[in-house]
């Protein structure tokens, strides 16, 4: 077996745990942000892709973790490289999703504010925008994406609050037509749906955005000790380097020495 370095095998080992840590946090992370953001039927768009994205970036990272600890438990020079090659790819596409992502999230609130705005008025939207929208205001205690004017004239169910919100001052008092005629008054809740939407989807991108980069870094971490530990391995007899204490910090020769008669004497 080659000689490698045990310190620079025991940091490799405690960076590829603390890799693998990352890698469940990730999956804990995904687990969170899909109990958080939670909605029946098709929920908010994009909502799924990013969890399928999260839950697998956290599983690839375990095994990359545990086949870089392999390697250089052994000094398996196939599993280093192996590993070496996917901190390469892993550390490039991390960059390459993260710098659009950081440019990109500026512009996100007027991107969903317009998109939303298309799916007005909500009456007269396809079933599945009400089938959504209904979902959220029921589960965020919210009436209309940005007013409960959104549903002109047709307010729904999801929208009434119950008398627990009316004591928790979550509702307020509208008037809106019925029969074409007749005025009702209906209390609902006072809340837009979209700022609740809004933070959410930023939370989301908060989470991502950190996660790319946490891997970026960690990536170009593990490129420089698995590169440090092949290295090794392929040139174990290679002479170590031995530090020496310059001359200008010897001690100096005694000044006097001890005085011996001679034998005989």
Known sequence: MAQVNTCLKLIFTIFNVFFAIVGGVIIALALLTQVVTNVD????????????????????????????AYGAHRENRVC??????????????MLRAGIPAVAARPELESVLKEKFHQLLPLDTATPDVKNMANSL???????????????????PDSCACGQQEELEGECQSVNYREFLTQRRTKSVYAKACFPIILHYVLMFSNVMIGV????????LLGMALSSAIIHQIRH???????????AIFTTSPPKYQELHNPPGY
Request: aromatic share 8%; glycine share 10%.
């Open 41 to 68: 039927g098709e929920g908010l768009e994009g909502r799924t892709a990013g969890l399928i994205a999260l839950y697998t970036v956290g599983a690839v990272t375990m095994v990359i973790a545990i086949l870089g």
């Open 80 to 93: 280093l490289i192996v590993f070496l090659v996917c901190m390469v790819i892993g550390s490039l596409m």
């Open 137 to 155: 205001q029921r589960q965020l205690h919210c009436c209309g994406l940005f007013s409960y004017t959104d549903w002109e004239d047709k307010i």
């Open 212 to 219: 790319v980069f946490t891997l970026a870094v960690l990536a």
């Open 236 to 246: 174990p007899n290679r002479p170590r380097v031995l530090l020496t204490v310059p």
